[in-house]
């Protein structure tokens, strides 16, 4: 019987060791991840401010009347280019947000960005403004499922920034 036991409680104790061995593994990896994660956060934080410098310039030159599109001579950029790119930015905010694990901002977020697309129909004319009467539909089902925890939010914010990119004009 003593034999049994000493047999049970060395087993039990290399176990016990195997275990604390897969957790330090475990802890090491999770680590990894999460050094990983943050880069690529900071990475894509560091997008988000390249981009909301940028729509503050063109902002300013808009209002200066110099700017100049995007590979173009041409005096001046027009307002629904500027209203786009900023649509964007807000979109990589949010996305940014869901990361962070911050529901309310990106909500609000997203509020903000519907706004941005509503102020973009009105210089976007005939040909665009069916195109970006859908993206605020499909915002607003974005919205719908942030607001309801549903997953998916950030697959639709990534067909919203896809589908803003193609419709971007050109010079």
Request: aromatic content about 4%.
């Amino acid at each position: 019987m003593l034999i049994l036991l000493t047999v049970t409680a060395v087993s039990y104790s290399v176990v016990v060791w195997a275990m604390g061995q897969e957790v330090v593994g475990l802890r090491a990896r999770w680590e990894e991840f999460q050094s990983t994660l943050q880069a690529d956060l900071d990475s894509v934080r560091q997008q988000v401010a390249d981009v909301e410098r940028l729509v503050r310039t063109l902002e300013t030159a808009v209002a200066d009347g110099t700017a100049v599109p995007f590979g173009s001579k041409r005096p001046t950029i027009s307002q629904l280019q500027l209203l786009l790119l900023k649509a964007q930015a807000e979109v990589l905010k949010i996305k940014v947000d869901l990361v962070e694990e911050n529901r309310g901002r990106a909500r609000a977020e997203a509020e903000q960005l519907a706004r941005t697309l509503e102020r973009a129909q009105g210089p976007a004319g005939e040909e665009l403004a069916p195109i970006l009467t859908r993206l605020l539909d499909d915002l607003a089902v974005a919205r719908m499922d942030l607001n309801n925890g549903r997953p998916g939010v950030v697959e639709r914010l990534e067909l919203l920034w896809r589908q803003l990119g193609q419709i971007l004009p050109g010079d």
